[in-house]
T-cell receptor, first 116, second 109 residues
Framework: DGGITQSPKYLFRKEGQNVTLSCEQN?????MYWYRQDPGQGLRLIYY???????QKGDIAEGYSVSREKKESFPLTVTSAQKNPTAFYLC???????????????FGSGTRLTVV | GQQVMQIPQYQHVQEGEDFTTYCNSS?????IQWYKQRPGGHPVFLIQ?????EVKKQKRLTFQFGEAKKNSSLHITATQTTDVGTYFC?????????FGAGTRLFVKA
């Protein structure tokens, strides 16, 4: 079955540490996204990528970095510059960015990051 | 900038009661989507509305898109415990999707 796989499900980060969240899709989608979800707030866009080797900042990119070396993969690194990284991180994909997908964005199951 | 406001933030209902959540956009939308996120889960796509005044039904769920394409609602008739979760709207306009903050639904058996 096609879908998006995020790992790990839970991640604990020490102060000053960089951590990388994995996101892999086998849907052959061109566009991939990273969202952050905090309690009581909507999904906020961190980064998105429309094509391999290209990505753009979203609304809250500071303290995060991404890469898109393969169509299937879009890892997110939470750097030590991100002062409040504790949140639920969701990866999503769609056929392309220029139109809302008819069958919706496909989300991974998420990674819950906690700073310890 | 473009905003999508969703109300209420929380709703507690007795099983069998109806439930409605509303979304309002600051700008005209091309379309709007609705998602459901179960506790501890991830958002799952429910439906997309595209036409002005459009109404769609999925069993006990009724979705509406306003005439001006700036607001939308989701109505659940006779809630069940399986309806618990957070319902999000997502408005698409200007090649950008903005998610509402969601309405968390609690259903008491």
């Amino acid at each position: 079955d096609g879908g998006i796989t995020q790992s790990p499900k839970y991640l604990f980060r020490k102060e000053g540490q960089n951590v990388t969240l994995s996101c892999e899709q086998n849907l052959n989608h061109d566009a991939m996204y990273w969202y952050r979800q905090d309690p009581g707030q909507g999904l906020r866009l961190i980064y998105y990528s429309q094509i391999v080797n290209d990505f753009q900042k979203g609304d809250i990119a500071e303290g995060y970095s991404v890469s898109r070396e393969k169509k299937e993969s879009f890892p997110l690194t939470v750097t030590s510059a991100q002062k409040n990284p504790t949140a639920f991180y969701l990866c999503a994909s769609s056929i392309d960015r220029w139109q809302a997908p008819l069958d919706g964005y496909t989300f991974g199951s998420g990674t819950r990051l906690t700073v310890v | 900038g473009q905003q999508v406001m969703q109300i209420p933030q929380y709703q507690h209902v007795q099983e069998g009661e109806d439930f409605t959540t509303y979304c309002n956009s600051s700008t005209t939308l091309s379309n709007i989507q609705w998602y459901k996120q179960r506790p501890g889960g991830h958002p799952v796509f429910l439906i997309q509305l595209v036409k002005s005044g459009e109404v769609k039904k999925q069993k006990r769920l009724t979705f509406q898109f306003g005439e001006a394409k700036k607001n939308s609602s989701l109505h659940i008739t006779a809630t069940q415990t399986t309806d618990v979760g957070t319902y999000f709207c997502a408005g698409f306009g200007g090649f950008k999707t903005i998610f509402g903050a969601g309405t968390r639904l609690f259903v008491k058996a």
